[in-house]
């Protein structure tokens, strides 16, 4: 049974971080590109982050490109997103997404909250 598991997110103010972390089960996780999306109220879901199987390319959406860092870890099965100098417009639900050739799976989401 393939799960993705997010966790992290929480209320935080301007200009603060907090570091999101996707737990993987029920499949080969090493051979998974593993890409971090994000999803506003009223807003097309988008990619933030995106890191290959072998941790050698990164892409970062334009918007938050040196906030924010992705990582892999694949002893752990786990993927991060740290996120540092938050903004408000930063506030959506962030998904973990796990892809390969045709399988394509996502996580349940966590809530990320940017505000004073």
């Known amino acids: 049974q393939v799960q993705l598991v997010e966790s992290g997110g929480g209320l935080v103010q301007p200009g603060g971080s907090l570091r999101l972390s996707c737990a993987a089960s029920g499949f080969t996780f090493s051979s998974y590109s593993m890409s971090w999306y994000r999803q506003a109220p009223g807003k097309k879901r988008e990619l933030v982050a995106r890191?290959?199987?072998?941790?050698?390319?990164?892409n970062y959406a334009d918007s938050v490109k040196g906030r924010f860092t992705i990582s892999r870890d694949n002893a752990k099965n786990t993927v991060y997103l740290q996120m540092n100098n938050l903004k408000p417009e930063d506030t959506a639900v962030y998904y973990c997404?796990?892809?390969?050739?045709?399988?394509?799976?996502w996580g349940q989401g966590t809530q990320v909250t940017v505000s004073s």
């Open positions: 890191i290959t199987s072998t941790s050698g390319t990164l």
């Open positions: 997404n796990a892809r390969r050739v045709s399988n394509n799976y």
